[in-house]
């Protein structure tokens, strides 16, 4: 894959993580990345702020509390049926592949969640 992470600069992101570590780590490297991120702690904030900033990129964790990814990824296609979405998770579980979806398995890389970004980009461009 050629990478072009020009094309991040253009992108909005939102990215929702339980583990206060993971998303602050990971999303300092992401907001050097990125034009916007937005940080999300649960499911139920995660929607709350997709709404209000209609991200171009949404990454999710599946197991978390309050409101779990699963249920978050699914009032987001209800509102936007083609949102590109990454799951990660420390999970590798088949039974989410109906989600339409990159699965990326944790710990996370950082420089192949960009890949994944970089292919959801060129799948709905």
């Not at 992101?13 to 907001?31: F, I, P």
């Not at 904030?45 to 949404?58: A, N, Q, S, T």
């Not at 990326?104 to 292919?119: F, M, N, S």
Request: glycine share 4%; hydrophobic share 40%.
């Amino acid at each position: 894959m050629i990478r072009d992470e020009a094309v991040l600069k253009q992108l909005s992101a939102l990215y929702v993580e339980d583990n206060d570590a993971m998303r602050e780590s990971l999303g300092k490297y992401m907001r050097r990345r990125f034009g916007e991120l937005w940080l999300s702690q649960n499911g139920k904030e995660g929607l709350e702020l997709y709404k209000k900033h209609c991200p171009d990129i949404v990454i999710t964790d599946i197991e978390m509390p309050v409101m779990d990814g699963i249920t978050m990824i699914t009032k987001i296609r209800e509102i936007n049926d083609d949102q590109p979405i990454i799951i990660t998770t420390a999970f590798n579980d088949d039974e989410h592949t109906n989600i339409r979806c990159l699965n990326l398995i944790k710990p996370i890389d950082a420089e192949r969640l960009i890949d994944a970004v970089l292919y959801c980009v060129g799948k709905v461009s």
